[in-house]
């Protein structure tokens, strides 16, 4: 085998593993990719949940009000 045949199959190494590394980050961005869409769904979730408990919050605070105005 010639030193040029040699660096070619090199090369041809280097290249196939760089594309397994490649092929890995493909994956690995996916992955984050759904990551944060489950995170964002899931910080909407919440979001909603404290929106309704700080209404809830609001509506016991005008009863009591309205309890303590009656009171009196």
């Known amino acids: 085998m ?3 045949e040699t660096k070619v ?5 280097e290249l196939d593993n ?3 590394i490649y092929d ?3 994956v690995a961005i ?8 489950s995170i964002n769904r899931m910080l909407a979730v919440h ?3 404290i929106t309704r408990q700080e209404d809830a ?7 009591i009000e309205i309890r303590r105005i009656e009171l009196s």
Do not use: F, M, P, Y
Request: net charge negative; hydrophobic share 25%.
């Open 57 to 63: 919050i609001v509506s016991a605070e005008e009863s």
């Open 2 to 4: 010639s030193e040029s």
């Open 24 to 26: 890995r980050l493909d």
């Open 47 to 49: 979001d909603e949940k």
């Open 18 to 20: 760089q594309k397994r």
């Open 9 to 13: 199959g090199i090369l041809q190494k």
């Open 30 to 37: 996916e992955k984050l990719t759904d990551v944060s869409n």
